[in-house]
């Protein structure tokens, strides 16, 4: 334990770090237990979500109850190879994933627009 409190007092970890990954790139039929044993290596998880949706197929959220548990997974599990698929981990980042969300909203709504008032954007 002495170690790791050593660890933690001396390494200064980049603003980005968090404890919550978004990871990318997942089998479709991947389970829950399957992403336990491969993300649980690395420490406590709090909780891991598997997108369903057609939208969110192929991710997943993995939320660890350490930061440097977090640190040490994403080190460790960018490029791993599940079913021969390469996996994405990275820090989830709220700012960037609310923009996404906001750029598909105003999409819709431009769409809607263009339809209600029967522009189109295929004359030119």
Known sequence: MATISLRKANTRLP????RV????????N????EMYDIFGKYGAI??????????TR??????????????TAVDH???FNVA?????????QQAKMSKKFDQKKKEEEIAKMQEKYGVSTKDK
């Open 21 to 28: 990954l978004y990871v990318r790139n997942l089998p479709f």
């Open 30 to 33: 991947i389970t829950s237990e």
């Open 77 to 79: 599990l960018s490029g």
């Open 84 to 92: 021969n698929r390469y996996l994405i981990v990275l820090y989830y």
């Open 15 to 18: 603003p980005e770090v968090n």
């Open 58 to 71: 192929g991710t997943a959220f993995v939320v660890y109850e350490d930061i440097y548990d977090a640190k």
């Open 46 to 55: 709090r909780q891991i979500r598997i997108g369903t949706n057609k939208d």
